[in-house]
């Protein structure tokens, strides 16, 4: 069964820190990009990072440096590291993959990737 399963999100106060995970089984990601997107209630699903399968890395602007993304080929999982956490980081986040060539212009769009998981909810509150 092809299936991606986040993990890592929580309930942090502001200025804390959490590490996602975004796990792969019935599949290998290392052919993959894979994309790190996040849906606030009420709002669109936007991207925030993304890793091509070459190691290639992209942020959306509002991370800022504070959000770093890697991938572990041996653990068939890419994560999406997190600090400096602000309420209005608090959303749903979800991972997904794509074979896309052109990761650099598309890899933080929606509707390049075709697999995605549950998502898991990070809230920032104090």
């Known amino acids: 069964q092809v299936q991606l399963v986040e993990s890592g999100g929580g309930l942090v106060q502001p200025g804390g820190s959490l590490r996602l995970s975004c796990e792969a089984s019935g599949f290998t990601l290392d052919k993959y990009v894979v994309g790190w997107f996040r849906q606030a209630p009420g709002k669109k699903r936007e991207g925030v990072s993304a890793?091509?399968?070459?190691?290639?890395?992209y942020y959306a602007d509002f991370t800022k440096g504070r959000f770093t993304i890697s991938r572990d080929n041996a653990k068939n999982t890419v994560y999406l590291q997190m600090n400096s956490l602000a309420p209005e980081d608090t959303a749903v986040y979800s991972c997904?993959?794509?074979?896309?060539?052109?990761?650099?212009?598309?890899?933080?769009?929606?509707?390049?990737?075709?697999?995605w998981g549950q998502g898991t909810q990070v809230t920032v509150s104090s």
């Open positions: 997904a993959t794509s074979m896309m060539m052109n990761h650099h212009l598309y890899g933080l769009q929606v509707w390049p990737y075709d697999n």
């Open positions: 890793i091509s399968n070459r190691d290639s890395k």
